[in-house]
């Protein structure tokens, strides 16, 4: 028995699509081997031999010299014996194939009985409830008798035609396929909303409001209560004569201005001269642990930065280790970042000890509450000009007053005195020669 | 207008670009002198020099690095991978640094890079020369995708995406290069990226696909006519932002939809499509939605059977848009 075999443009290479036989080196009723090169051919990318797959007469060429062909192309027919199992046809899978799928397509298609008749995609029920369509009435010509979208379409077409005009609104069954696309499906891009509640006043008419205690508010309360309740405080005051730091700031601010870009305020001077006192009085810096005092040898300034709503206590670590100009730096910084909203936990971390510029909204005396678990806090007030008596004689001098409030349990009055008194004698010996840096 | 070949789009939409602007560079393995494996970059080198049809060393991640910095610094590389496959190396690169420099930097920075990769099988290829990465780097905010099938679309999208401000990826399928042709003016146009494009008009089924696989779907469409069914072809041409309203209304059209690619099915483009389908239009389905893939199997086969059965062709297509339209 003898079978028929196509020999096919192979592919060649990766991008190749179709190829130029070049020459035919066997001709029809010539024998040819496997593997025996049958034609010359053409490509983008290489020239080669095409060999024959099977051993066999060449019965016909089916592509001439020069012709190009895609890929897949059989360009001759080679009839072979059909004692080896080589000869199998590569066209037969290929024209099988199809016949098979429309086979499988029919049986399905002609699957009859209707299975499909009562089960109504979402398009078609949407369909029938917008033109009042009976589904019963409608014939189904998808699979298993089913009822497609097209079926309702077009039955509603038809009674459309046979009502005549009566139709008019509803008759536009080509859908504009732009007009009711959704966009609106859920994404998580939306941040979720915040759910409103509304206060409803119990006593209308009595002109009270209700504010909402932020966590900052809730945490000062806690910790002035705490402080109030736990810290048995003291309270004494002093007066500085600062006539000679009023003078020295109001001849370097303007050179510090343009040097550093930052005020040079009168609390970096303060805090200088309390840094150094509490150099020299270290008990200042401590805190009560029931059955002992711990006093800290780094001296970590805390700093009462107020806002509109709240007062907070930025720290400035070792500031004995600053000078004036790196103090009014660092108050600059924290006053800043206060403002701003943007203080770090470590920024208000590791105080010591507190000073609180009450001056700075005009207080002349204030008795502070100390910042728990420190020993004391100092406030530094307004400076005002007062005639002074200095040598039985009256002049008009800046001054100043400092208070402090002290934890009782551990300072007494004598030596928060002596602590004052250094403060005060620091503060007043700043002269036009006492340098920034 | 001239017809031309796919390849030659994706050339000329490089040359008109490095002749427009003098940042537009294209680097890669053998895109200078030899003019690219594929030639798509032939002449590049001639024409622009050694800097601006830059040979560089087998090394993927070099390649996708060097043209991230060369962005950021305001040039407009066109890095080409040799095959998608041997993109990997760079995933790193594309999906960690390049996709996410505007947010990362808070709008300071850009990278305006394209990366053109060549994608798909049937060209006995097998493992290493034939795969669709296209599931790899979608879904990745920051990136934009583009995988054109018409050459009127590979040298607008080509030129839009060195003119895009954000990385791009352009998937460019190898088998199209030389069999795909068709209209291309000579003048300067660019496809927008994100808007996809109807192929045929049709009210029986919907058939949305992109690249290659658009060339059986044509093909079937044209076949199905005869017995009587029309189908409305989609191409969508950008997979990255996706046209979500032209995907609804191509399904709005005939309520019967079949997404068709080469990348295996899970996880893949029509995943995707198919959900923003599920999601809006519901009521208006009148068949569930059907999905036509490459298999899921580690890698296109070397053998041919193999071969055959991993790809779509125009008589698997057909049958599936039968299928569909019979339902």
């Not at chain 1, 990318?45 to 895609?70: D, F, H, R």
């Not at chain 2, 569930?288 to 062709?313: Q, S, T, Y």
């Amino acid at each position: 028995m003898k079978t028929l075999t196509e020999i096919v443009v192979p592919q060649l290479a990766e991008s190749l699509v179709n190829a130029t036989i070049d020459k035919w080196l066997k001709q029809p009723g010539d024998w040819v081997d496997i593997y025996e090169p049958i034609c010359e051919i053409l490509t983008d990318k290489v020239n080669a031999e095409l060999p024959s797959t099977v051993s066999g007469k060449l019965v016909k060429i089916l592509v001439g010299n020069g012709e190009t062909v895609p890929v897949g192309t059989p360009v001759c027919i080679i009839e072979t014996e059909a004692t080896g199992d080589a000869a199998e046809p590569a066209v037969q899978p290929a024209s099988t194939e199809p016949a098979a799928t429309t086979a499988g397509l029919a049986a399905i298609a002609t699957d009859d009985d209707a299975p499909m008749r009562n089960r109504f995609s979402p398009a078609v029920q949407q369909l029938a409830a917008e033109h009042g369509v009976r589904l019963s009435d409608v014939s189904g010509t998808g699979l298993g008798g089913r009822i497609t979208r097209k079926d309702v379409l077009a039955y509603v077409a038809s009674s459309k035609h046979s009502a005549g005009a009566s139709a008019s609104p509803a008759a536009s069954i080509s859908i504009d396929p732009k007009a009711q696309v959704r966009s609106s499906g859920m994404h998580l891009s939306e941040t979720p909303r915040i759910p409103k509640i509304e206060i409803e006043s119990s006593t209308p008419g009595r002109g009270e409001t209700f504010i909402d205690v932020t966590p900052m508010r809730n945490a000062i309360a806690r910790n002035m209560r705490q402080s109030v309740s736990e810290i048995p405080h003291a309270w004494t005051m002093i007066e500085v004569d600062v006539t000679n730091l009023v003078v020295l700031r109001n001849k370097l601010k303007d050179e510090f201005m343009k040097r550093e870009g930052i005020n040079l305020t009168y609390l970096a001077f303060l805090l200088k001269a309390v840094v150094n006192a509490i150099k020299d009085y270290p008990i200042m810096n401590s805190t009560w642990a029931v059955d002992k005092i711990i006093v800290k040898r780094d001296i970590n300034i805390s700093l009462a930065v107020g806002t509109e709503d709240s007062v907070l206590t930025p720290v400035i670590k070792n500031a004995d280790h600053k000078n004036v100009a790196g103090l009014a730096k660092e108050i600059d910084e924290l006053a800043r970042k206060t403002r701003e909203g943007k203080l770090t936990l470590s920024d208000m971390q590791g105080g010591t000890f507190t000073v609180n510029n009450t001056g700075s909204f005009g207080s002349i005396l204030s008795y502070p509450i100390i910042n728990y678990p420190q020993a004391a806090i100092l406030t530094f007030e307004s400076i005002v000009k007062r005639p002074v008596v200095i040598n039985d004689m009256i002049a008009v001098r800046s001054m100043a007053n400092l208070c402090l409030s002290l934890d009782h349990r551990i300072l007494d009055g004598v030596i928060c005195g002596r602590f004052l008194q250094r403060v005060k004698d620091n503060l007043e010996s700043f002269t036009l020669d006492s340098k920034l840096y | 207008m001239a017809v031309m070949d796919y390849i030659d789009a994706i050339r000329l939409a490089m040359k008109e670009e490095m002749e427009r602007d003098e940042d537009v560079f294209v680097l890669g393995e053998d895109v200078g002198v030899k003019g690219g494996v594929f030639t798509t970059t032939k002449g590049l080198h001639e024409q622009f020099g050694e800097l601006r049809a830059m040979d560089t060393p087998l090394a993927e991640s070099a390649i996708a690095g060097v043209a991230i910095g060369a962005a950021m610094y305001g040039m407009k590389p066109i890095a080409e991978m040799q095959y998608s496959d041997f993109m990997f190396p760079a995933t790193n690169q594309i999906i960690s640094e390049a996709a996410k420099i505007r947010y990362r930097s808070n709008n300071d920075w850009t990278c305006p890079i394209v990366i053109r990769a060549p994608i798909g099988g049937g060209v006995f290829g097998g493992l290493y020369h034939s795969q669709c990465p296209e599931s790899v780097f979608f879904g990745t905010p920051g990136l934009k995708i583009v995988a054109p099938y018409r050459p009127y679309d590979a040298k607008g999208l080509l030129k839009a995406a060195v003119r895009d401000e954000d990385p791009v990826i352009f998937f460019e399928n190898k088998k199209c290069y030389k069999l795909v042709n068709g209209e291309v003016p000579e003048e300067d146009y660019i496809v927008p990226i994100g808007v996809a494009n109807v192929l045929r008009e049709g009210d029986d089924i919907t058939v949305i696909g992109y690249s290659m696989p658009l060339r059986f779907v044509e093909q079937a469409a044209e076949e199905l006519q005869q017995e009587g069914i029309s189908a409305h072809i989609l191409d969508l041409r950008t997979i990255q932002p996706l046209d979500k309203e032209a995907i609804l209304e191509a399904v709005r059209k005939t309520g019967k939809v079949l997404i068709v690619h080469e990348d295996n099915k899970t996880g893949g483009v029509g995943a995707e499509v198919a959900a923003i389908i599920a999601e809006e239009l519901l009521y208006e389905l009148d068949a569930p939605i059907m999905r036509l893939c490459g298999p899921d199997v580690p890698a296109m086969p070397i053998n041919p059977p193999g071969e055959k059965f991993f790809l779509l062709n125009k008589d698997k297509v057909k049958e599936a848009m039968k299928h569909l339209a019979l339902y």
